[in-house]
């Protein structure tokens, strides 16, 4: 079918619609694609647990939708794109898949999206941390669940100004979302009345980040930011307390951190680090209460990715389930007027770009003398407002957006 | 504050010095890799994957039975040495004479079995383990603070370096070694057990690796891919200083080491890259590396 | 071995054989022509394309590695630059029709590899594979460094526009045929390169390099020569599978993809002309089919677990063989 074909019946599908005429869901199934990096760098992000929190969603859900079956395959996305397409082709155009779901290297959600465009089905990305994916990658065809650059450093950087961090130094990871990030930094820091006196590229990934702390403590910057992630910034933190970075008076920044990163460092190499999160398990009885089923089923504490997998596939269930179709246009609307409250998001709210703008939290890692256990790692010391977290529609890219 | 090309003097030192150590680092783990191809010209590509070894050994043995620092720094290497035998024993015998890069085929395949099944089971995050308490601290050299577990680093790893270089290059047992792989059949008429030396040498080559991995443990993310990246950097060290050549890794390791500090002062993108460009100038240049004997 | 051999005496015993050979070659080959024309119809054709680009990109390696004896660790680097040039000009000209992106894309890899063996050829055995693979590390690092590549995000969106301006390519099954043909002219400019008096002088090479120098053969304008044609085609695929897929991305760049481009030349048979063709399908079927499945998490391991055991026990691979076994028991 061309491109234009495919518009024209889902133009003629949604007036049907408007119209009031019969939804339904297809061939009496809901199929939902579980695409992940299930053996490579960011595996224990998203990965295979992920996909527990997504059966975990539709077991909760009770299994059927309207009377409709719940379908689940899964894949590993190998962390390439064209793999990941020839997979979401093949689940679209002839397994019926209506959701794809999980993701997380930036170049396979945009690889992803654009073909879930083309072939008018959802898309639900809950790993990357790219801001491009609802700005100038954005489609009508997706949603971006769980965080982005933006609300990371919008949400450290302007705590840690605030606090007298006034001159940073930043190890920003040489790649797209590692300037991203940087630009995001400097753009906070400078608004909060801060400055940026120096940046050095590293490239990705690096091992040996002395060169590089040796630089952040010459420059004498209040503080360090490390505009990268996983095992560079874990690497880099690590350095960062053999070399008494803190203990010389600089305050250790880092902008994306999980708790699976906090967790290998330990609260005793880790402690005093600042960080934007978008959930934490142990903010409440409602996150404690699926924090231990998930702990249950896996063996471990959630990410906020899980957590996001599991809400988001909830929503959208409750989304079939109240508009009786799995047309993504018309899910995809529900969604969007639906506010999310559960145990991941309170007035979370899907804007038209695709982004879910919800509460972020600026969290503390604790001390060793603080940490209970190996998983009690962080100290909420702020709730960071939808609005102010996320980038403004005003400033959007995105076509979706006039 | 004396300046070279808009960098601080004291940072310069500093930042030389890192090299350094970072060099010793490297020299030791392309010395394993120098004494596996120069006495068995088999090309380890598995050696990034003992690197982790290693490492993982020392996190898990900590983890498991409370064996510390000092005690994994014997055990852990010996543990993966005697895995190497063993993988040298059932797999690359059996390729013994073949185009060398056979070996290269063959250990890359080793490698992404090993790398895979532990990412299944470690996951990729990395693992705890903290440094040893006797190391915590550090000295202020005046142009920088000096962890003592760096300092403790470069020494060691100069040491093990140049022990090895010693018995390779200076005593009768290196000599057997030697002749050994050189020309085998002569030396099974003199009674040496051939085959058992051949396990060993490949056994000791990848202690070495596994050594490296055991220092790495306290300062770098403990995760079943570190050793990914870093193989083609030190198999690039050990291209120019000559496949084989026992010295010339070791001294090539420490030189990159610096080369590779200079560039994170004055162009960090460029660092990891730039081993490469070094490869090829040298190359040109001299065919078979720096220390290398013509082919 | 080293007894005179009268070279016209190997001549015509070469040309023999070569009649023999040619007529069970071409049996062979139009069965699997036939499969290729009605595949689309059975299987989803963007997968099929897929297996085409990798199987050129490996009879591409193949010519280099299988018929010359030359390692390269560095193949990714001309995949990626065919890709990405050809992705660049498609999405950036709207002027350009598809076959223009795609010479071009071919053209940049084929000036790559003219650097690329300039710099490398005089180097032997090992020490030819490493500096292949650290001048695929430069280009590699060129590639993080541009813009225009969009780093890791990958660059997207790139139009398969309309072939000679007249034949629309977004529609599958057009953009399967034109691959396709692409895909069997490049076969059979290989094999007749190989067959030729020129591929018999790189096999000569392959097996004794002084002889073939002693001879009187300037060899390295020979090696040079062969990894041109390599690179230019490892290029084309990389251009084409760009406009496949419509997207290029960092992953056929890295070292990982010169890898795997020897397993499926190894996994098929090198030195043979159909291995990297069965090759490539076997090992992009295992990948994508394990990647679906419950073994999901464990792809990478079973390919390791496939290159231990092709080069512990079948190291002329899939159709070394059966070739040895059709000798064996067939005559």
Known sequence: MTMMKKLLTSAVASALMASGAQAAISDNTVKIGYLADMSGTYRDLAGPNGLTALEMAIKDFGGTVNGAKIEVVSADDRNSPDTSSSTVRRWVENDKVDLVAGMVASSVSIAVSKILEENDRLGIISGSAASSITNEHCTPNHIHYVYDTYPLANGTASAVVKEGGKTWYLLTADYAFGHALEADVTRVVEANGGEIVGTVRHPFPTQDFSSFILQAQASGADVVGLASAGADTTNAITTASEFGVTQAGQTLAALLLFLTDVHALGAETAQGIQLTTGWYWDMNDETREWSDRFMKETGVRPTMVHAGIYSSTMQYLNAVAATGSDDAQTVRKQMMDTPINDMFAKNGKIRVDGRMVHDMYLAEVKTPAESKNEWDLYKILRTIPADEAYRPLSESKCKLVN | MTMIFGVPLAVLSGQLLIGIINGAFYALLSLGLAVIFGLLKIINFAHGAMYMLGALVTVVLFDLLGVNYWVALFVAPVLVGAFGMLIEYFLLRRIAGQDHIYSLLLTFGVALIIQGVLTNIYGVSGLRYSMPDMFKGGINLGFMFLPYYRAWVIVVALLVCFGTWFIIEKTKLGSYLRAGTEDSQLMQGFGINVPLLVSLTYGFGVMLAAFAGVLAAPIYSVTPVMGSNILIVVFAVVVIGGMGSIGGAIITGILMGVIEGLTKTFYPPASSAVIFLVMVLVLMIRPTGLFGKEA | ?331
């Open chain 3, 1 to 331: 071995m080293d007894q005179p051999v009268n070279p016209a005496d190997i001549h015509k015993a070469i040309v023999e054989q070569q009649k023999i050979q040619d007529r069970k070659k071409l049996m062979v080959n139009g069965v699997l022509l036939l499969l290729l024309l009605a595949a689309p119809f059975v299987m989803y054709p963007v997968f099929l394309m897929k297996i085409l680009c990798f199987a050129l990109f490996a009879v591409a390696f193949n010519l280099l590695f299988g018929f010359t004896g030359l390692l390269s660790f560095g193949h990714a680097a001309f995949l990626a630059s065919g890709g990405y040039t050809t992705g660049y000009l498609l999405s950036n000209f709207s002027g350009l029709t598809t076959e223009m992106g795609i010479i071009a894309g071919t053209a940049t890899a084929t000036l790559l590899g003219l650097a690329f063996a300039l710099l490398s050829i005089r180097r032997q055995g090992i020490y030819f594979a490493m500096v292949t693979l650290a001048l695929a590390q430069l280009v590699f690092f060129f590639f993080v460094q541009s813009e225009f590549t969009g780093g890791e995000d990958g660059m997207h969106g790139i139009p398969r526009g309309e072939l000679f301006g007249l034949i629309n390519l977004e529609d599958n099954l057009n953009m399967y045929y034109f691959v396709l043909v692409v895909f069997i002219a490049c076969y059979l400019l290989v094999q007749r390169i190989v067959s030729s008096p020129y591929g018999q002088i790189l096999k000569a090479i392959k097996q004794n390099e002084p002889r073939a120098v002693s001879l009187g053969y300037n060899v390295d304008r020979y090696k040079i020569l062969a990894f041109v044609i390599s690179a230019a085609l490892a290029g084309l695929a990389g251009s084409m599978k760009s406009v496949v897929f419509q997207l290029a991305s960092l992953n056929d760049a890295h070292w990982h993809m010169s890898g795997e481009v020897i397993l499926m030349t190894l996994v098929g048979g090198m030195g043979t002309l159909l291995g990297p063709v069965v090759g490539a399908t076997f090992v992009v079927n295992i990948e994508y089919q394990l990647s679906q499945g419950p073994l999901r998490d464990w792809v990478d391991p079973i390919l390791g677990g496939i290159f231990v055991l092709t080069v512990l026990a079948f190291r002329s691979g899939i159709v070394g063989e059966l070739q040895k076994f059709m000798r064996k028991n067939l005559g």
